[in-house]
């Protein structure tokens, strides 16, 4: 999670030319878009629909989706405004950047709870209504924030106490390495980063096998059940990217220095855009009863388009 920003571009060394700028710009907003619209979709069907908001289950996915659109749209917003004004206000720089880390970090946690949400309803079903209610639910997204905040904001404090008062007046270049520049920080924030993943695994394969075990007996919740969580698996994949990002760039620069550019704007697809697009087309459209009222909502849009 080292640049959850992401402009792609390396500075002033190696900037591509007008045309190839626009095109990659084009691209990213088309493919964001269209990943924020579907996301309004599904939050929209959320919040008309009793059923939703009384689920847990649906609760913990609408928030992730909330939390990857919120992502997606500062992560845009960084990328375009790194080809437009280029350097912008340290301030504001921060503030943008903290936003986004704490919902990339979010990410990976709501997975984890979504996956213990699955295996008490196929290996504790008797138990789920109990342990699963909407007000725990609600608890564990408050402890998803607080948990991010306890990870970034020492971040903030360490750059508050070591830069001059006059740095946070300047304009640089927004990625995280130029505002959080204290060689501290980058430590905590890797024995943080180690600590995170290797619980969430620890949650996701735990919970995996158990319900795998549960699904031999034929039971079809178990085995979609078992499918979904090794969807989360997947797309903690992809968000892992982030983790390695500073050196996948570091390989790309020596590896392909004649087309950087191009190879980091790939990267960028990958690690910021592709694991959020997962979300909405997958879990949302997968879910029978989600489906269901979402074509309500679209068909009722297109009525009253074409009305």
Known sequence: ???TSSNITLGASQRDSFSKAVTKNVIVVALGVTVIYLNASLIHTFHKQQIFNTNPRYILFIHMVIND???????ILLFLLSYTLYHI???LCSFIILLALFTTENTPLNLSCMALECYVAV??????????TVRRTYLFIGLIWATSTLSILPDLFVALATEPVAFFSTDVFCVRETVFRSPHIILKRDAWYVLL?????LTLLYTYFRILFTARAASADAKKA???ILLHGFQ????MLIYVDPLLKTLLKYGFPNSL???LFACYIIINILPRSISPMVYGLRDKTFRMYLKKHLLCRLTLVTV
Do not use: E, G, Y
């Open 236 to 239: 903690l994949l992809l968000c």
């Open 69 to 75: 659109t919120v992502q997606l749209t500062l992560t």
């Open 1 to 3: 999670m080292n640049q």
């Open 226 to 228: 078992r499918n979904t």
């Open 197 to 201: 993943l290797v619980v969430i695994w």
């Open 123 to 132: 290996c504790r079903p008797l138990h789920h209504a109990r342990i699963c």
């Open 89 to 91: 206000n340290v301030c």
């Open 261 to 263: 550019t191009d190879s």
